[in-house]
C-alpha cells in the first residue's frame, strides 16, 4: 500500500508504474543484495521516517471530529496497538477485529421486513 501510494504521488497511474517499482525493488534485493547490506540500519530508519510524514494526511487529523465515533476508535486502539507492541501486525489484527465487532453491532440493529403477496 505504502509503495503504492508513493507511485501516485510521484505521478505513476497504470499498472507499468507499479510493475517497474516491484521490478526495481526485486532487483534491488536478488542482484545488489551485498550492497545493501552495508546501509547503515539509521539510513533506513530515517528514510521510513521521511516517507512516514510524507505519506500521512495530515489533513484527517483535523477532521477526526466529524468521521464516525467508531471509526476513529479503531484508528486510536490501532496506533496503540503498534505503539505499545513494536509490532505492525497486531496492531492492524486489533484494527480488523474491533471493525468487526462494530461492524456486527451496527448490522444487528437492522430490522428485515418482508411483504408477502398475500398481505398486499
Known amino acids: 500500500i505504502g509503495q503504492s501510494v508513493i507511485n501516485v504521488k510521484s505521478g505513476g ?6 510493475f517497474v517499482a516491484g521490478t526495481f525493488l ?22 521510513m521516517f521521511m516517507v512516514c510524514i510524507g505519506t500521512f494526511d495530515w489533513s484527517s487529523l483535523r477532521t477526526l471530529h466529524k468521521v464516525p465515533i467508531t471509526d476513529t476508535i479503531v484508528m486510536i486502539v490501532t496506533v496503540i496497538t ?39
Not at 509490532?87 to 418482508?114: E, H, P, Q
Open 13 to 18: 497511474r497504470g499498472r507499468l508504474s507499479a
Open 82 to 120: 503498534v505503539l505499545q507492541t513494536n509490532d505492525l501486525s497486531k496492531g492492524v489484527l486489533a484494527g480488523v477485529i474491533l471493525s468487526a465487532i462494530f461492524f456486527a453491532s451496527k448490522i444487528s440493529k437492522v430490522k428485515v421486513t418482508s411483504l408477502s403477496a398475500q398481505d398486499s
Open 26 to 47: 526485486m532487483v534491488l534485493i536478488l542482484v545488489l543484495k551485498d550492497f545493501l547490506v552495508l546501509i547503515p540500519m539509521a539510513a533506513l530508519v530515517g528514510v
